[in-house]
């Protein structure tokens, strides 16, 4: 292996542990993509992403869950098609000229998801990052902490929690 990709490993390595095994270093950034669904923000760790792309044409299959619009083919590969907006009990909207489909990337799964809009590539310090209140029981499991910025939170998903498939 060459010494480049093994650096790349391992700065990959050091993004999972911070989203993985929270709060160890305050002083870390996390780097993470911002997104719009509804009217909220969220974000994912950017090393999860494996792309993002226009939406393109995908195929309706049977027996799944409303929120999983179909599959799709991305260079070879059928990628279910979440929509994010259906997982979080919001109406569904058509998709518009922001729309787009992020594909992130697990251990063992990959998923496409719909979202209303892109926002920006955001670094924000650990120390800066809550976790989720108590009060929120039924998407506690999806949601890894609430970024705080100067002018706005963020809540930051948990990606594994989303590629778990439960259908």
Avoid: C
Avoid at 133 to 143: L, N, R, S, V
């Amino acid at each position: 292996m060459s010494s480049g990709s093994n650096k790349l490993n391992q700065i990959i390595q050091k993004q999972q542990k911070q989203i993985e095994e929270p709060r160890k270093n305050e002083d870390d950034i996390v780097q993470l993509v911002g997104f719009i669904i509804g009217n909220e923000e969220y974000a994912v760790p950017i090393l999860s992403i494996q792309e993002i792309i226009k939406p393109i044409e995908f195929t309706r299959v049977p027996s799944v869950p409303e929120y999983v619009l179909g599959v799709f083919n991305l260079r070879g590969n059928v990628i279910p098609l979440i929509d994010l907006r259906r997982k979080f009990n919001l109406p569904p909207v058509s998709n518009s000229e922001d729309t787009r489909y992020i594909v992130m990337k697990g251990r063992e799964n990959t998923a496409g998801f719909v979202i209303d809009r892109l926002t920006e590539a955001i670094g924000i310090k650990q120390s800066r990052i809550d976790p989720p209140p108590e009060t929120i029981h039924q998407d506690k499991g999806m949601i890894y902490g609430i970024g705080k910025r100067e002018d706005s939170m963020l809540t930051i998903l948990k990606v594994e929690a989303l590629l778990k498939r439960d259908f």
